[in-house]
């Protein structure tokens, strides 16, 4: 661990981010972190902060205490400083299959699906994949190469409930072993961690009946 | 200095939605092709835009490719390729309903089509019929369900991603076609010779050359610098939007949706001020037509707040769930950035810098245009440019909102389509030892760099510089001064030093890299605008207040080493009539 001692008066910026970025370019040049968007859309400046993973960028300074700790995202492997190996992370979310399949031939205008249909995919397109959730499930560090973890579960169900999508049964088919998806303990730190307000407990509980109602 | 190389047909820099579109393009034709990304692909700032594509769909209202062509005209002021334009325009139905089919969800209307908003600028039959509703959206999150669409549709098709990998300079072949780029894994500091057929830059854009800007800290303008190092000019780069509504303070976008869906500004007499400068389209004139308005009132103390320097953006007669259903990124934003919820309160705004018109000259097909030195034009073989950092010219002097997604997609497909056409025709480049030395230079300058001073500062500084004398309104005494501190500066980048030199996921060096291209892009903002001695558009000049149409509808062009050049615009349509320059009204 290294210490930083900072005056919030001397940058300007109210958030976490901007208090790392004050810190590399005038304490500490080689203090190193991801970050690009500094609105909590690119998801790129997930961290540890105080014990909970959350995105600095959008993480008040005066919502912290005086003294704050802040670590990489844990259960992933460290490249440096805040920095995380994410590549786990990425393979799990393409063993979701994450783009639409529909095998009906394309039509000429738009696919119609009504605003209710549509309104199935809120609180799950918007997902940022920061990682906050995966990293800190539990059930994701025992298994992170078998459990896809919540993130890519989230979009599993983004796709299973599209009604455009007619792949559904192959999808359940795909996490329909005991570690996939059946890890998921309803443990439920990704819904507590998720900056955007997601719920992927819920996501999971939804797919897991739809598999149990399909019986597999 | 000896390095690996790795050979594709194509090399595609930028992971943002015209490079991605690009590669769909290519990817699904079986070619091979690289793209590298400075971030995984889903980071990159198309995920940040709001509001919607724009299309002439006709969904919520009767609508026409030709009217969007014509607001698209005159919103550039007359400063945007006619049949570039005509070509965007009449292919925006079919690239958004090909964004349907690949999944992208868009919000609905009740006959369960994709659901448009109206936007500034747009109308129904050439302006005669009042405000048109033409931009397709899912909610205010367009982008990001853009961006994450296309990124999916790429690991369907198994594209190979150099992801956190950071492109240093384009590679000439010995005939002067481009052949590749060299690139440093971000991870492990490794540098790799890409080699390939053709180059698609496709960099986004650079927003960070001011200090408050609506792009991400990753907006530094590489393919501007790659370019202009090889040679070519910048084009139209005096043309920088800057958003009406950008949270004040933070510079945070609101989507001009806000007042698309009946939001609107006021000033500190809570009065409707956008009434009495633009009587018909009111808050959804043109954004440089609102950003000037917002200006002026905050000029004249009629700004809101202890210090009188923002205007409110006012939405809660919209209602909470309009508010919570069309706009609850705005509404997370608000909360957020500026402490209030928009269904209560109005939110803080200022104009803020948001998007660069200008950047490397193309053609509708994406491939770059170069002068030589008699000023005749030529195409550089084996070099593509799609999306911001592309100068098309679709946006002329000032761009319409929701076009920005549309140029991603119709250009980024529109290059792939011509590579693939000409890929098979090109040969293998030869490069030279010496060509590839070059493409190093840059990466041993910060390396052996030592005693200097640490480049942070002349970010810091530029971007002040950019601000105070390049923003809304500009005059020449001002940009003569600003251009003669940015030149001091850029000197001083030469000398200056990379502080941390290790090779393990050093942000420092690619910050340090950035900054070389950030400097070139605001070079040449600082000197294309001094030479514009009329108003146009974005480029609203104080000591020149109107538009000159007999000497200045024409393309400025600006070289590395700041020398200035013209080239016409396309006034001339691919199939209709052209539309002539008429005085600009909201």
């Known amino acids: 661990m290294q210490d930083y001692e900072i005056n919030p008066d001397n940058f300007s910026g109210v958030m976490l981010l901007d208090a790392l970025i004050y810190i590399k370019n005038e304490q500490d040049a080689s203090l190193c972190f991801r970050r690009s968007c500094g609105e909590g859309v690119c998801g790129s400046d997930g961290m540890n902060i105080n014990g909970k993973n959350g995105l600095a960028c959008i993480t008040p300074l005066n919502s912290l205490s005086n003294h704050v700790t802040i670590r990489p995202l844990p259960g992933m492997p460290i490249i440096r400083d805040l920095i995380v190996d994410l590549t786990n992370f990425y ?41 906050c959730c995966t990293s800190s499930c539990p059930s994701y560090w025992w298994n992170p190469e078998k459990f896809m973890g919540p993130a890519a579960l989230l979009q599993s169900a983004r796709f299973i409930l599209d009604s455009r999508d007619d792949s559904t049964l192959n999808r359940l088919e795909n996490m329909n072993d005991s570690y996939s998806m059946f ?17 992927p407990t819920q996501a999971i509980g939804n797919i897991r009946s739809k598999l149990i109602k399909n019986n597999f | 200095m000896k390095i690996n190389e790795r050979s594709y047909d194509a090399v595609i820099i930028g992971g943002g939605g015209s490079g991605m579109r690009t590669a769909m393009e290519i990817s699904k034709n079986g070619k091979s092709v690289a793209v590298i990304s400075k971030v995984f692909p889903t980071r990159s700032h198309t995920v940040s835009a709001q509001g919607g594509i724009t299309a002439a769909l006709g969904n919520m209202d009767e609508d026409n490719w ?15 390729d006619q049949d570039a334009i005509e070509y965007m325009c009449k292919a925006g139905p079919e690239v958004v309903y090909e964004l349907e089919h690949m999944g992208l969800p868009f919000s609905r209307n009740d006959q369960g089509k994709i659901y448009q908003r109206p936007f500034g600028g747009q109308s129904k039959n050439f302006g005669k019929q009042g405000q048109a509703t033409r931009t397709s959206a899912a909610a205010d999150r367009t982008g990001h369900a853009l961006l994450h669409t296309l990124y999916q549709q790429n690991v369907k098709l198994k594209t190979q991603f150099y992801s956190e990998w950071f492109a240093i300079d384009l590679i000439k072949s010995v005939t002067g076609s481009i052949a590749g780029v060299i690139a440093i894994c971000i991870e492990i500091g490794e540098l790799l010779y890409i080699r390939s057929k053709v180059v698609i830059l496709a960099t986004g854009g650079a927003g960070q050359i001011y200090k408050s800007t609506t792009n991400a800290l990753i907006n530094s303008g590489d393919g501007i610098g790659m370019s202009l190092r090889m040679g070519i000019p910048m084009q139209d780069m005096e043309m920088w939007q800057f958003h009406p509504t950008g949270i004040a303070g933070s510079g945070v976008l609101v989507t001009e949706g806000c007042r698309g869906e009946g939001g609107y500004l006021l000033n500190v007499n809570g009065e409707r001020f956008m009434e009495r400068y633009a009587p018909n389209a009111k808050d959804l004139a043109s954004r440089d037509v609102v950003a000037r308005s917002m200006s002026l009132e905050i000029r004249n103390g009629l700004g809101c707040g202890r210090n009188k320097d923002h205007v409110f953006l006012k939405l809660d007669h919209l209602g909470s769930d309009l508010i919570k259903q069309r706009l609850p990124g705005i509404r997370d934003l608000a909360m957020t950035f500026a ?35 008699n000023g005749n034009e030529s195409i550089l073989e084996g070099l593509y440019a799609v999306g911001e950092c592309a100068c098309v010219s679709v946006h002329g002097a000032n761009r319409l909102g929701g076009n920005s997604l549309l140029d991603l997609v119709v250009f980024g497909r529109a290059a792939g389509l011509h590579v693939l056409e000409e890929i098979n025709n090109i040969s293998n480049p030869v490069v030279s030892p010496e060509d590839i030395e070059y493409g190093l230079n840059r990466y041993l300058r910060w390396e052996n760099n030592k005693n200097g001073e640490a480049f942070h500062n002349i970010k810091s500084e530029m971007q002040d510089i950019m601000q105070n004398d390049f923003g809304v309104f ?7 001064e600003g251009f003669k501190k940015i030149a001091k500066l850029r000197d001083r980048l030469k000398e200056a030093v990379l502080p941390d030199k290790s090779k393990i996921f050093n942000t420092s060096r690619i910050e340090a890299l ?17 030479s514009r001695t009329e108003s146009r558009g974005a480029h609203s000049r104080e000591d020149y207040t109107e538009r000159d149409d007999k000497n200045w509808i024409k393309h400025s062009l600006c070289f ?15 199939t209709v009539e052209k539309f002539p320059p008429i005085k600009r009204t909201y």
């Open chain 2, 560 to 574: 590395e080493d700041d020398k200035i050049a013209y080239r016409e615009v396309n006034m001339q349509p691919l």
């Open chain 2, 474 to 480: 500009r005059t020449g005494k001002f940009m003569e």
């Open chain 2, 66 to 80: 030709h009217w969007h062509m014509y607001d698209t005209v005159k919103g550039s002021d007359y400063l945007g």
């Open chain 1, 91 to 131: 393979k799990q979310y393409e063993k979701a299959k994450p783009f639409l399949q529909n095998s009906k031939p394309i039509p000429a205008k738009e696919r119609l699906q009504s605003p209710k249909s549509r309104s199935k995919l809120d609180g799950l397109y918007e997902c940022i994949l920061c990682a």
């Open chain 2, 514 to 530: 950035e900054l070389d291209n950030l400097m070139g892009v605001a070079t040449t903002t600082a000197m294309s605008a001094l």
């Open chain 2, 339 to 373: 402490g209030v919820d928009p269904i209560k309160t109005p939110i803080p705004v200022i104009p803020t810098c948001h998007y660069m018109m200008g950047g490397i000259p193309t053609n509708r097909f994406g491939q770059v245009i170069s002068i030589q030195n």
């Open chain 1, 183 to 199: 890890r998921c303990r309803s443990i439920m730190n990704c819904v507590d961690v998720c900056p955007k307000g997601l719920n």
